[in-house]
């Protein structure tokens, strides 16, 4: 009598399961299902890492503002920018930048002196072609643009003072343009908050 129960049971949920199967919008239904849970995980996983991410990339700044200011003490994060401290005394300013490379976005960290000339520039993150564009991450090419202003940041090719990198004039061109142009804004930005 139980095993009669079972299979009629079972017989019952096979049934059921053919119908729902045999039904036009089950595909779309169960579709809509799986994607649903793809994306909330997806926005789970990217809430999770995303803190992480820019905790990471703020302390790559950080580690960064040491190198071109040996003399930091503190610092304080302002209107998209850096102002740094030894002591009391504002001994420079920080500003990241972004250009577009031939490999993608290269990110700049920029220091300058009260006096608003470039006291160094480091590159943070790029993607360009290793053995080529990636060259603008060496001193030889970035300890160009120290002592210079806006006026000055061009490639020498069109009178300005920066020598570009063989091969690599479109990564070249990125650096020197996003420098400028950031440059220029931040030194606009700086003296607004200075009055």
Do not use: C, H, W
Not at 13 to 42: C, D, M, Q, R, W
Not at 57 to 66: F, P, S
Not at 174 to 181: L, N, S, T
Request: zero cysteines.
């Amino acid at each position: 009598m139980e095993s009669k129960i079972n299979n009629k049971n079972i017989k019952n949920k096979i049934g059921i399961a053919e119908k729902i199967l045999n039904n036009k919008y089950y595909p779309t239904v169960f579709l809509i299902i799986v994607v649903f849970v793809a994306v909330s995980l997806v926005m789970f996983v990217n809430s999770v890492t995303k803190t992480k991410i820019l905790a990471e990339r703020e302390a790559a700044i950080i580690n960064q503002l040491t190198v071109i200011f040996p003399d930091i003490k503190d610092y304080k994060y302002k209107d998209e920018y850096y102002e740094i401290y030894s002591g009391d005394e504002i001994i420079g300013y920080a500003f990241v930048a972004k250009g577009q490379g031939y490999g993608g976005e290269i990110s700049i960290l920029v220091g300058i002196n009260p006096e608003f000339t470039i006291k160094k520039v480091t590159i943070i993150t790029n993607t360009e072609t290793p053995g080529l564009g990636t060259k603008i991450s060496e001193n030889y090419f970035t300890d160009q643009f120290e002592g210079l202003l806006p006026d000055d940041i061009s490639l020498s090719k069109e009178g300005g003072k920066i020598d570009a990198i063989t091969g690599a004039t479109i990564s070249s061109r990125a650096v020197v343009d996003a420098i400028k142009d950031e440059l220029e804004a931040k030194i606009e930005i700086i003296k607004g908050d200075k009055k």
